[in-house]
């Protein structure tokens, strides 16, 4: 009895295993403790930045500083879910920290009663602790200055606009060097083409022990499709002077060959259904995402230095194991995952733990090259962990660099991408009744909104009802000047500014939420160094229940 409980306590997960279960089985163990040793910084304490946190706060992110210099007013009981009536003329920062924080005591939160202008404009060193900054209805100078400064020091930046119905998040970064994609396409790799079987004689031993005449039905049904397409491969070389089938007819034909000449009556088997199913993979040779060539591509990959990050010295290690022709011969290590397949029990085991030895042999080259580029740019071997190479090279068919556009180059006339702008404004849209600007009009006119609040001190609308038209009217000539000075050919959409204008920058609690919800979703995934983060700038546009991303 006292053993079976033994055994059955090796099996019972923690408290915390169990909370977190359903979100560590999407981005893993090592991504939940990425969330849980982040340290995140939000400038403001509105509802966008509020629903932003509230969205980290319940994954368990493990601390957070929110920099707020306002104290709870009437106007946030109404558009906030995060304080409250008992928090009135309290530092709104403390106040909203205390409601996060109930909503999850593992994680530490901090409140800073500050302006964040004034932080950024005395103290911007503050800001060089944090893996990521947040910054939720910040002034354009003060963010400006702030992403120059985290630029510099490759800490991301998420920036969070809303005006009324319309809302902006943009992430400035040089580089983010993701190791886990979760690409959605197969790019599994089982070596059945020749020019990978050649490289691979475990897998042709294997594959040769199979022999199709002598077999019954059961035995034949059992045999991995894996040796199936091997067999029907060799097959076809010896009939066609060893050309592997090209061309459509051939394709068809060679399809033809499992199902007929080896298959015979057994057909209707499932292993020689998934032979046929899976038949491009003995004539087709895997191709490398070109996301993963553009990293092997890369500059900073050829041109390793003493500060080089680990990425790019195992991408480096693995593109050098992939050129040497005695090694990866052109083709990335093999995995030592087998997807699942119709097959005897011994079968496949037996595929398995040659995949597996293969993929140690592969392994332990690539950790050869590692130690010898570490020796050439004067790094200690060891820099690089067995768990960091192990990861690297189990996700290697999805690493991705992401390069960044500057908030500075995007604002500056000369460098702003006029062809992109030009390009999404005049692409054909179906006609509708009523004309509808486009969502790069409202990227365009919350532009023209912070240039009206350099200029007044205030955002357009939030004056006198007796000023609203003039306003307008004045954010009309801002956006015709953003135009010209852009290269812009449009016109400018008056609806737009007078739309914004009637908003008065109110943050409409369900589109804070919204853009809340895409802000946290950013930082959880720059944290993790999984996915693909957002690509510079995405408009959520509330009136049309839409969204649309832009790089300019």
């Not at 000539?477 to 290269?487: E, M």
């Not at 500014?497 to 008065?504: F, H």
Request: charged letters at 30%; proline letters at 4%.
């Amino acid at each position: 009895r006292e053993s079976v409980a033994g055994a059955m306590s090796l099996f019972v997960r923690s408290e915390h295993e169990q909370k977190y279960d359903r979100q560590t089985r999407i981005w893993g163990a090592h991504g939940q403790e990425a969330i849980e040793t982040a340290h995140i910084c939000v400038l403001g304490a509105g509802p966008t930045a509020s629903e932003t946190l509230k969205n980290l706060v319940l994954p368990n992110v493990g601390e957070f500083t929110l920099v707020d210099e306002k104290v709870v007013a009437h106007r946030d009981l109404g558009n906030n879910f995060f304080v409250d009536q008992d928090g009135l003329g309290k530092p709104r920062a403390q106040v909203v920290a205390d409601l996060l924080l109930e909503m999850n005591d593992s994680v530490k939160g901090h409140a800073v009663q500050r302006s964040p202008k004034d932080v950024i404009e005395k103290d911007l060193a503050f800001f060089d602790k944090f893996t990521a900054v947040i910054a939720a209805q910040l002034d354009q100078p003060a963010t400006l200055k702030l992403a120059a400064y985290l630029w510099d020091k490759n800490i991301p930046l998420i920036t969070l606009n809303v005006n009324g119905l319309i809302g902006v998040a943009r992430l400035a970064v040089p580089e983010l060097e993701i190791v886990e994609t979760h690409y959605e396409n197969d790019r599994a790799d089982l070596r059945v083409h020749p020019k990978q079987l050649a490289l691979f004689p475990e897998l042709r031993a294997y594959c040769d022990q199979f022999d199709l005449k002598t077999m019954d039905t059961l035995e034949r049904s059992h045999v991995p499709y894996v040796a199936l397409l091997v067999i029907a491969m060799d097959k076809w070389l010896a009939e066609h002077n060893g050309q592997v089938p090209c061309t459509y007819d051939d394709k068809m034909k060679f399809k033809e060959s499992i199902s007929k000449t080896i298959a015979g009556e057994f057909v209707e088997q499932e292993n020689f259904s998934e032979a046929v199913k899976f038949a491009y993979r003995a004539y087709s040779l895997p191709e490398i995402a070109p996301e993963v060539e553009a990293v092997f591509a890369d500059p900073k990959c050829a041109n390793l230095r003493k500060d080089s990050s680990n990425f790019w010295l195992l991408a480096a290690a693995v593109k050098a194991f992939m050129d040497d022709p005695s090694q990866g011969a052109g083709f990335l290590p093999v995995l030592a995952d087998v997807p699942d397949m119709a097959s005897k029990t011994e079968h496949f085991l037996k595929l398995q733990s040659i995949f597996a030895a293969k993929a140690r042999e592969h392994r332990d080259l690539i950790r050869e090259h590692v130690e010898r580029l570490c020796k050439q740019v004067g790094k200690p071997g060891h820099s690089v962990s067995d768990r960091e190479l192990d990861y690297f090279v189990k996700n290697v068919r999805g690493i991705k660099a992401v390069h960044g556009r500057s908030l500075a180059d995007e604002y500056d006339a000369k460098t702003f991408d006029a062809d992109e702008a030009n390009e999404l404004l005049e692409e054909w849209e179906e006609p509708s009744e009523d004309l509808r600007p486009k969502d790069v009009h409202w990227y365009f006119a919350m532009r023209a909104a912070a240039e009206f609040k350099i200029q007044h001190g205030r955002a357009p609308g939030d004056c006198d009802k007796d000023k609203v038209d003039s306003d307008a009217a004045e954010l009309i000539k801002i956006q015709q000047r953003l135009f010209d000075d852009n290269r812009i050919r449009t016109k400018v959409i008056p609806e737009c500014l007078a739309e914004l204008t009637r908003y008065g920058e109110s943050e409409i609690h369900n589109v804070a939420a919204v853009v809340g919800g895409i802000g946290a979703q950013v930082a959880l995934k720059i944290i993790l160094r999984q996915f693909v983060p957002l690509d510079c700038t995405l408009v959520h546009n509330a009136i049309l229940g839409r969204q649309k991303m832009m790089r300019f």
